[in-house]
């Protein structure tokens, strides 16, 4: 049942991610090609519109995604929707699964269209090597490889982002718990429950740094001269952390949900 | 457990706010009937339903189905048509039978199809561009559709023509067999009275009568609609 929730969940979003997608590659390449032809006034001016409009359509993929997450969760779980998704011959695990699934693959999607919307718009040979450069400068003063970092850069930004989309969901499904007031109190809990699950990793990584003197000393010196095995450990705990942070919370989730709801 | 019961509500409660919606609710149904619901507004018809189908969580009580809580296994065997539309309306109706012959086994896509057809309805036409009538309809035929051993009505008549309202009704007895039940909830009594089997009162979240339609039409020598406004006289 799993998967077929999913199959729904997912024509839904894309019936309404899919024209931010289209339109945020369709101004990267309108960009390319004015950047690219006759530089006169009013062609630069339809490049500076055109590439305003591909950063532009950039966050709306970044906020649709969340905002439209957010709002699918709500609208099938807790509004009209509702009617029918309870009561179809599916558990509590299964609707939130299928959701969290949704969320992660279309978070995974929107941040693949930004780099191949940047990198139509962007690319040429100067501007790799501009990047790798800039990018090697830092790697080679924290010691490590450009994979290394790249990959544990892109890894706790997603992370973060995804933390801070499931805290959202908790906070609908508490905020929709009370009898009044029930977006009012899904934003109050979302973000109560964003900064409770913030604090917890910070602790943590302090806890951790009782028994690793470089990482404490991120947290006892003011300027940022950071120890290079501190800044390894530190993104490599802070993404376990985020991960059972996530773990938690999703199993938090459906337990709360299994509790039963109250749908308007 | 009776054999022959379908569905049975014990000390049923619900509250909001501390503010008793349903007080102590009892009553159990047999299959083989089609029982009307009735009572003013607010008096506690759709929570009770919405209880029954997963909707709301009780506060204190039981409902049984065939024996079972509610859950995955109930839902399979309930058909269930609320008193709103609440279908995704950028679905067309043709997306709309393929996610119900997705998800219940019991789905009748071809019944559903002639049932449209019946009611004029475009199979290739998106929710979003039909009337709240039209909307309803779909929802009933699909609800309809369904071989299942409980149907709750909530309101079914309430925003289609009187004409359509015969077709339904129709319709429900057509689906009707030996072991399935419905219930319906409305106003309009004196619509759906010659269908009834059973009647249950309810009223300020109680339930102040289940009696027999035939037994109770007899014994007041009125029909079911008089009783329902005598009995609630403002």
Redesign the interface.
């Given at each position: 049942m799993l998967v077929k929730l999913l199959k729904y969940d997912l024509k839904y979003m894309l019936k309404n991610m899919g024209i931010f997608y289209i339109l945020s590659i369709f101004f990267a390449i309108t960009t390319r090609i004015l950047f690219n032809i006759d530089q006169s006034v009013m062609i630069k001016i339809l490049g500076q519109i055109s590439v305003g409009c591909m950063f532009s359509m950039i966050a709306s993929v970044l906020i649709n995604t969340m905002m439209r997450s957010w709002v699918r969760f709500r609208d099938s779980l807790y509004k009209d929707e509702a009617y029918l998704t309870h009561t179809l011959p599916v558990t509590k695990n299964d609707l939130y699964n299928s959701k969290f699934i949704q969320t992660l693959i279309f978070f995974i999607i929107g941040f693949v269209i930004i780099i191949i919307s940047l990198f139509i718009t962007y690319y040429s040979k100067e501007n790799w090597a501009a990047i790798t450069n800039y990018v090697k400068t830092i790697t080679t003063g924290l010691n490590m490889s450009t994979a290394f970092f790249v990959t544990m850069f892109c890894i706790v930004v997603f992370l973060e982002v995804f933390n801070a989309i499931q805290c959202g969901f908790y906070g609908i499904i508490l905020g929709h718990r009370r009898n009044n007031g029930k977006i009012a109190f899904s934003v109050l809990f979302g973000f109560i429950i964003y900064l409770v699950a913030q604090t917890i990793i910070l602790g943590l990584v302090f806890v951790y740094g009782l028994f690793d003197s470089s990482v404490m000393e991120l947290f006892k010196t003011a300027t940022i001269n950071v120890n290079v095995e501190a800044f390894k450990t530190l993104a490599i705990l802070s993404s376990v952390l985020y991960l059972l942070i996530i773990f938690a919370m999703s199993c938090l989730c459906k337990k709360t949900l299994s509790k039963g709801v109250n749908v308007e | 457990m009776n054999n022959m019961e379908l569905l049975e509500v014990k000390e049923l409660n619900k509250s909001?706010?501390n503010k008793e919606i349903l007080k102590d609710v009892n009553f159990s149904l047999t299959k083989g009937k089609i029982v009307g619901l009735l009572g003013k507004n607010g008096a506690g018809k759709t929570t009770l339903i919405?209880l029954i189908?997963?909707?709301?969580?009780p506060t204190s009580g039981e409902i049984l189905v065939k024996g079972k809580k509610i859950g995955?296994?109930t839902?399979?065997i309930?058909s269930?048509l609320?008193e709103?539309?609440?279908?995704?309306k950028?679905m067309k109706v043709s997306e709309v039978i393929e996610?119900f012959k997705?998800?219940?086994d019991n789905f009748d896509d071809k019944k559903a199809k002639k049932l449209l057809k019946d009611l004029d309805l475009d199979i290739n036409e998106r929710l979003s561009k039909m009337s709240k009538g039209m909307q309803e309809k779909v929802q009933l035929v699909l609800v309809m559709s369904r071989k299942a051993d409980l149907y709750i009505l909530d309101e079914p008549l309430g925003g289609v023509d009187p004409a359509t309202r015969d077709y339904i009704l129709d319709t429900i007895l057509s689906n009707f067999n030996e072991k399935a039940s419905v219930i319906i909830s409305t106003h309009l009594i004196s619509d759906i009275e010659r269908i009834l089997d059973e009647v249950i009162f309810i009223d300020k979240g109680e339930i102040i009568l289940q009696e027999d339609a035939d037994k109770l039409r007899n014994k007041e020598k009125s029909s079911i609609d008089e009783v329902f406004r005598r009995m609630f006289k403002c």
């Open positions: - | 909001f706010d919405k189908n997963d909707l709301l969580t995955v296994e839902k399979k309930i269930y609320p709103r539309t609440y279908l995704n950028q996610y997705d998800f219940y």
